[in-house]
């Protein structure tokens, strides 16, 4: 499922990431990457917050579109 379809404070497993190599680029640059695991802190004007190995970055909601997430095992 998307990345903004995912209710805040759930931990979630990336598990695909769509989109053009520099978008990839970008998105692991900021630690995003297929198998790391992220938690949604908010949503806002449909732009999400997101924590990922300890940091928190803003995500617009097209580039969360992109995310494709599970739900992390507990």
Do not use: W
Request: no cysteine; charged share 25%; net charge positive.
């Amino acid at each position: 499922m998307p990345l903004t379809m995912v209710k805040s404070g759930e931990p979630q497993t990336i598990r695909k990431i769509n989109g053009k190599d520099d978008t990839k680029k970008f998105l692991e640059t900021l630690g995003i990457i297929k198998g790391e695991k992220l938690t949604v802190l908010t949503k806002t004007g449909g732009n999400v917050i997101v924590n990922v190995k300890n940091s928190r970055i803003a995500i617009s909601k097209s580039m969360a579109m992109r995310i494709l997430v599970q739900e992390a095992v507990k």
